[in-house]
């Protein structure tokens, strides 16, 4: 008898597993079925509704939603399910709903035990479905149903599975005897499956905090690279610049030499002392040197300028001349001569002839000023 006991309890529960999965991946209409869906949610609604309208507002808090959903969140959230089927046709039904559901001792076992509660009347076609699946027989008609992983199944999902089962009415003490039994029996293994859940949640945290740690450090390491490059890539350019600048101005300097050079071909002889019309001009140079120099009257006030900038030519044995000025480079004066009173500035001019501008005939005192940025030109 004990064996045939065990062998019994173990086909009822190999018969609650297969229910329970076959709800849940029974074949549904295509068309239409989430208008089935919104249908069955109305229903469960509807049904709580009606349930506190004729027996008031003291109940389990039901689900309100479909059967699948509830089944799916009571599997995710790894809590108790309790599926009630009932039908006002049935005797019993009135007396159910009236001592057991709403009993406080039992709507308080039910919260402190987190268990997930969804009713339905089976005139309705989800329950109706439900109860073909559960195999009620008699009604009211309770399922206490729990999610589970199978021995031998490590690291799979868990799946829900009848463990419990009431048909016909039951005593809210009898209800909360057996529920605790399936809770000794049965919680455990949510426990377990808990505790693996959290476990991986943890390693994911743990995976993910390494994850981002990692990404953060090379992410900083990538800015690093960034600023280095950067700060390379500028001194580079700031090198690149004051050699090319460097480049510019010993070019420059270079040009200005060697027009000077050939400049100094071009200046014209000092006037013989027999000449008339000559033009007599005393330079101070910038250097504080007095030098001073005969000029023709139709010397032009350029020519002067270039006698001041090549003078330091004139004299030097070794400065060759250059036959011809350097290309792609237009010379201009570092200075300015200047009388000093009344102070009138003498401005280069390659066509003025000396004996024409003011100051400079027949004879003049001339400062040679050198220029800067800020130099006002007057």
Same mark, same amino acid.
């Given at each position: 008898?004990?064996?045939?006991?065990?062998? @019994?309890?173990?086909?009822?529960?190999?018969?609650?597993?297969?229910?329970?999965?076959?709800?849940?991946?029974?074949?549904?209409?295509?068309?239409? @079925?989430?208008?089935?869906?919104?249908? @069955?949610?109305?229903?469960?609604?509807?049904?709580?509704?009606?349930?506190?309208?004729?027996?008031?507002?003291? +109940?389990?808090?039901?689900?309100? &939603?479909?059967?699948?959903?509830?089944?799916? /969140?009571?599997?995710?959230?790894? /809590?108790?399910?309790?599926?009630?089927?009932?039908?006002?046709?049935? $005797?019993?039904?009135?007396?159910?709903?009236?001592?057991? =559901?709403?009993?406080?001792?039992?709507?308080?076992?039910?919260?402190?035990?987190?268990?997930?509660? #969804?009713? &339905?009347?089976?005139?309705?076609?989800?329950?109706?479905?439900?109860?073909? *699946?559960?195999?009620?027989?008699?009604?009211?008609?309770?399922?206490?149903?729990?999610?589970?992983?199978?021995?031998?199944?490590?690291?799979?999902?868990?799946?829900?599975?009848?463990?419990? /089962?009431?048909? &016909?009415?039951?005593?809210?003490?009898?209800?909360?005897?057996?529920?605790?039994?399936?809770?000794?029996?049965?919680?455990? $293994?949510?426990?377990?499956?808990?505790?693996?859940?959290?476990?991986?949640?943890?390693? /994911?945290?743990?995976?993910?905090?390494? $994850?981002?740690?990692?990404?953060?450090?090379?992410?900083?390491?990538?800015?690093?690279?960034?600023?280095?490059?950067?700060?390379?890539?500028?001194?580079?350019?700031?090198?690149?610049?004051?050699?090319?600048?460097?480049?510019?101005?010993?070019? =420059?300097?270079?040009?200005?030499?060697?027009?000077?050079?050939?400049?100094? *071909?071009?200046?014209?002889?000092?006037? !013989?002392? %027999?000449? *008339?019309?000559?033009?007599?001009?005393?330079?101070?140079?910038?250097? &504080?040197?007095?030098?001073?120099?005969?000029?023709?009257?139709? $010397?032009?006030?350029?020519?002067?300028?270039?006698?001041?900038?090549?003078?330091?030519?004139? %004299?030097?044995?070794?400065?060759?001349?250059?036959?011809?000025?350097?290309?792609?480079?237009? +010379?201009?004066?570092?200075? =300015?001569?200047?009388?000093?009173?009344?102070?009138?500035? !003498?401005?280069?001019?390659?066509?003025?002839?000396?004996?024409?501008?003011?100051?400079? #005939?027949?004879?003049?005192?001339?400062?040679?000023?050198? =220029?800067?940025?800020?130099? @006002?030109?007057?």
């Amino acid at each position: 008898m004990v064996l045939r006991a065990i062998i @019994d309890y173990c086909i009822n529960i190999f018969k609650g597993v297969l229910q329970v999965v076959l709800y849940f991946f029974i074949p549904r209409p295509l068309v239409g @079925d989430g208008q089935n869906r919104q249908r @069955d949610s109305q229903l469960a609604t509807q049904f709580i509704q009606k349930f506190v309208e004729k027996y008031g507002n003291v +109940h389990p808090e039901f689900f309100r &939603g479909t059967l699948p959903e509830a089944l799916e /969140r009571a599997k995710n959230e790894l /809590r108790f399910a309790m599926v009630i089927l009932q039908t006002d046709e049935h $005797d019993n039904t009135i007396k159910f709903n009236r001592d057991t =559901l709403t009993s406080e001792l039992l709507i308080a076992f039910l919260r402190e035990n987190n268990i997930l509660i #969804w009713a &339905g009347d089976v005139r309705d076609p989800e329950p109706f479905q439900a109860s073909i *699946t559960l195999q009620a027989t008699t009604y009211p008609f309770v399922a206490i149903i729990a999610a589970q992983i199978p021995h031998g199944s490590t690291g799979s999902s868990p799946r829900m599975i009848v463990v419990d /089962r009431f048909e &016909g009415i039951s005593s809210p003490e009898n209800m909360i005897a057996r529920l605790t039994m399936s809770i000794s029996r049965y919680g455990p $293994d949510l426990q377990r499956i808990r505790s693996e859940r959290a476990g991986h949640e943890a390693a /994911r945290q743990i995976r993910a905090q390494q $994850d981002d740690a990692y990404l953060a450090s090379l992410k900083a390491d990538q800015e690093k690279e960034r600023k280095a490059y950067e700060l390379a890539e500028k001194q580079r350019l700031a090198e690149e610049r004051a050699r090319k600048e460097e480049e510019a101005r010993q070019l =420059l300097a270079l040009n200005r030499e060697k027009w000077r050079r050939w400049a100094l *071909t071009q200046l014209p002889d000092e006037p !013989h002392p %027999n000449e *008339t019309e000559v033009a007599k001009l005393s330079f101070k140079l910038v250097n &504080g040197e007095r030098v001073v120099r005969k000029f023709r009257a139709t $010397d032009t006030v350029e020519t002067a300028y270039i006698f001041v900038d090549t003078y330091h030519l004139q %004299n030097g044995a070794s400065s060759s001349t250059v036959s011809e000025p350097p290309s792609n480079y237009t +010379h201009t004066f570092d200075f =300015l001569l200047v009388s000093p009173y009344p102070r009138i500035v !003498h401005h280069v001019d390659k066509f003025k002839e000396i004996k024409s501008e003011q100051g400079l #005939w027949p004879s003049a005192n001339l400062i040679v000023e050198g =220029l800067t940025s800020d130099d @006002d030109e007057e």
